[in-house]
């Protein structure tokens, strides 16, 4: 009976997914409230591996609500095809439910994203190219299509010509492009909603009720806290907000009814494109890293591109879990680091002279910061198979201990390795 939110306290690719899919077991709902497709989550269990895009990572459980909420960024093409994926491998027919509320993420987004990637060149934040900014752009222009809309075809035509005025003059004079004809997007358009019909409704009324029945709810985040809009590095930040703070709003439901919130922390860091990263490794150390990370190295779960790989950043995780109001931390991929004689750990950042420890530096002090770092004792074995806290080596637990005094919050699980059941309950 608890509503929880589990989030990312880093940079994103902590390993929601496969801690969402673990805790999942005893949600009746679980909830994506914000982003789009450009989301990543990889999951192991008895169907196989699956990375995610779209779809909540409850749809293993054929008896959980899967809800897309109004917060999200829709896009229809990649649902569908996932759901199609799933039941083509043999997982049951998954309950989802879709936001009358939600946007659709047009081709044109995915359009102006690459175009406009291409235009900054060197310069580029590192789109994943998949529509995202030029959505929410389009959203808070409040030049955005909601599900709905797609159900009355004179309104859709009447909103895509709105949303392509301004739109059609950059392609022509800017980008060297044809312009797009609103009427040529309604067929396909038209197409994808009479296949999602069956999926849309109110889901803000579904939660409501949901909560007030006291049904378990689990409000699944994407990316992590320092990829937030307002608080992370922005301008290398999503275009949505990724803090547990925003669930209640991406979801529908009232901003008192999270009690847990998970913060997904990972016992090393990654981070898949541009932006300042304190505590990133070079050569040969970050290959090493990345070889040995994750389920099969540290790549990207929807561009392949190579994670850049660091050490633990204490100061940036510290903030991470004071952003996301983190009521317990998850740490993850703990089993990654024993083949480490002596850990590194970025403890503070040396900044204009200074150490700073408590403080997380705003982007443009960021460039400068050089990570401080200290030693642990490695464990040097493999702990994949351990399932409680007593059975790691002293060296592992104490690792643990370090995360949780520098975080300040209390690690409530670790993950030992990318499937279900390898999971240390605390
Ligand atoms: P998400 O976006 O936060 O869900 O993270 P991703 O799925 O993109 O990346 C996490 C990666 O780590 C995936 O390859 C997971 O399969 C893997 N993973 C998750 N937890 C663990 C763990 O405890 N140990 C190891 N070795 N891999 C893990």
Known sequence: MTVTAIV???WGDEG???????????????VRYQGGSNAGHTIINSYGKFALHMLPS???YPEITNVIGPGTALDI???LRERDELLARGVPVPRIVISERAQVVLSFHRLFDELEEERLGAASFGSTKRGIAPFYADKYAKLGVQVAELYDEERLLQRLEQSLAAKNVLLEQLYNRKPINARDLLPELLEQAEKLRSFVCDTSKLLHDAYRNGESILLEGQLGALRDPDHGIYPYSTSSSTLAGFAPIGAGLPPYAITRIIAVVKAYSSCV????????????????????????????AL??????????????????????????????????????DEIPVCTGYELDGQIVMEHFPVTAKLDSAKPVLERLPGWKCDISHVRSFEQLPEAAQQYVNFVEAAVGVRVGSISVGPSREQLITR
């Not at 494109?273 to 990207?300: H, K, M, Q, Y």
């Open 8 to 10: 990312g306290a880093n």
């Open 16 to 30: 929601k997914g496969k801690m969402t899919d673990a805790l999942a077991a005893k949600s009746s709902y679980v």
């Open 58 to 60: 409850g749809v293993f």
């Open 77 to 79: 093409d990649v649902l």
């Open 273 to 300: 494109g541009a932006g300042p990263f304190v505590s990133e490794l070079n050569g040969a150390e970050a290959d090493e890293l990345r070889r040995l990370g994750g389920d099969a190295g540290e790549f990207g």
């Open 303 to 340: 561009t392949g591109r190579p994670r850049r790989m660091g050490w633990f950043d204490a100061v940036a995780t510290r903030y991470g879990c004071m952003l996301q109001g983190a009521t317990e931390v998850a740490l993850t991929n703990l089993d990654v680091l024993g083949y480490l």
